[in-house]
């Protein structure tokens, strides 16, 4: 069973729409939304079974040039 999470990312200034370029790119996410607040993405995706979750989003998100800082929320059951 894949885990469903939920990153909420910073982009650097002026960078939010190249980065959401970049994460598209990778095919990695079910949904990508641009957001208001604090963050300016949030990032809908599965972690593959069996797969570390902080390694999976360190190896196959953050490396992506503009990220400045993520939060993720681990999902449990849905309702």
Same mark, same amino acid.
């Given at each position: 069973? %894949?885990?469903? !999470? ?10 939010? $729409?190249?980065? /959401?370029?970049?994460? !598209? &790119?990778?095919? @990695?996410?079910?949904?990508? $939304? ?6 300016? =993405? =949030? #990032?809908? &995706? ?9 390694? $999976? @989003?360190?190896?196959?998100? &953050? ?7 993520? #939060?993720? %929320? =681990?999902?449990?059951? /849905?309702?």
């Amino acid at each position: 069973m %894949t885990t469903c !999470v939920f990153v909420q990312i910073r982009c650097r200034p002026g960078t939010t $729409y190249a980065v /959401a370029e970049r994460i !598209v &790119l990778k095919e @990695i996410h079910s949904e990508l $939304y641009s957001t208001s607040g604090e963050f300016d =993405l =949030l #990032l809908k &995706l599965y972690i593959p079974e069996g797969a570390d979750v902080g390694k $999976y @989003i360190n190896d196959n998100l &953050l490396d992506v040039e503009g990220i400045e800082r993520s #939060l993720t %929320t =681990l999902t449990f059951s /849905a309702f």
